[in-house]
């Protein structure tokens, strides 16, 4: 059970760019929020060092925006965020196939 969860851990936090992107492509949301569906959906506890440095990369690189509301911020997908998740997926869908028949080619 331990290396299960060491291993979710590493793949949510691998994947924590596009995880982010896919959740804000549903719902703009604030950075608390995003922890709490992301503990929801995948089990993993985010710390806001762990969260909050993605976002500003994220901002930075004019993939979401931030809105000031009542004093929280409110992180939205950009157009070119959302255009770069669909690219990123296509990207991560091809690169996990490759890695599944590798592991595959390993246990036969």
């Known amino acids: 059970m ?3 969860e060491k291993v979710n851990n590493h793949f949510v936090k691998a994947f924590l760019d596009i995880i982010v ?3 804000l492509n549903e719902n703009p949301s604030h950075g608390y929020k995003l922890m709490e569906d992301i503990h ?9 060092g762990t969260l909050y440095p993605l976002l ?3 901002e930075e690189g004019n993939l ?10 409110v992180y939205r997908l950009t157009s ?10 296509k990207v991560y869908r091809k690169k ?5 028949e590798f592991m595959e080619e390993i246990l036969n």
């Open 2 to 4: 331990y290396q299960e």
């Open 21 to 23: 992107l896919a959740m």
């Open 40 to 48: 929801n959906e995948f089990g993993v506890l985010l710390s806001p």
């Open 56 to 58: 500003y990369r994220l």
């Open 64 to 73: 979401i925006e931030v809105e000031e509301v009542q004093r929280s911020k």
């Open 80 to 89: 070119e965020g959302n255009r770069r998740l669909f690219q990123i997926i």
């Open 96 to 100: 996990m196939k490759n890695i599944l």
